[in-house]
């Protein structure tokens, strides 16, 4: 019998999507900083329009995006972060 846990099983279909969007955007912007890097004005930017974008569901765009745009936007928080610890250590 295989009593390995399983995280993914116990989490329901919209932390899942906030995962995978979280963990997609993170990869997505280590990898472009790498290849043309951008300043914290441009990502904070990015930032805003994606809060703005996720205040904007009036017509109601469903539980998942919602999950997957929150993902978003903390990926950016997690990833602005580490760049200002980053400068201040400089």
Known sequence: MDTTYNLDADLSGE???FHDSYDRTLLYLENRQKMAPVSLI???GELHHLTVYEGQDWVGRGELK????QGQIYAYIAF?????EELQDE
């Not at 919602?66 to 745009?69: K, L, P, Q, T």
């Not at 602005?80 to 200002?84: D, E, S, V």
Request: aromatic share 0%; hydrophobic share 40%; proline share 0%.
């Open 80 to 84: 602005i972060g580490k760049m200002k």
């Open 42 to 44: 441009v990502l904070e």
């Open 15 to 17: 932390e899942r999507v």
């Open 66 to 69: 919602n999950s997957e745009i």
